[in-house]
């Protein structure tokens, strides 16, 4: 296997979908980073954990289409060129 664009892409892809696959209530608030957890007051500075789950919610909302396009696209270009 050459390490390709294609395979960065790849890996992207693949990153991005497990991000979008997370569940708070069920994976996440067993570690501590559920719903409830990481919520500063205004004006506080949000931590690193607060970031990251914005992060994750923000994955989870505006990626959902266009990943089902984009791994729609990737498994048609895997069937045509192996």
Same mark, same amino acid.
């Given at each position: 296997?050459?390490?390709?664009?294609?395979?960065?892409? $790849?890996?992207? /892809?693949?990153?991005?979908?497990? /991000?979008? #696959?997370?569940?708070?209530?069920?994976?996440?608030?067993?570690?501590?980073?559920?719903?409830?957890?990481? #919520?500063? +007051?205004? +004006?506080?500075? *949000?931590?690193?954990?607060? $970031?990251?789950?914005?992060? /994750?919610?923000?994955? %989870?909302?505006?990626? %959902? #289409? *266009?990943?089902?396009?984009?791994?729609?696209?990737?498994?048609?270009?895997?069937?045509?060129? +192996?």
């Amino acid at each position: 296997m050459a390490f390709t664009l294609y395979s960065l892409i $790849q890996t992207a /892809i693949l990153c991005t979908n497990a /991000i979008a #696959v997370l569940h708070e209530e069920r994976f996440l608030s067993k570690f501590g980073w559920g719903v409830d957890h990481g #919520v500063g +007051g205004f +004006g506080d500075d *949000p931590g690193i954990k607060a $970031q990251i789950l914005t992060l /994750i919610r923000s994955v %989870r909302t505006v990626m %959902r #289409v *266009p990943l089902i396009i984009v791994n729609s696209a990737c498994i048609v270009l895997l069937l045509l060129f +192996g």
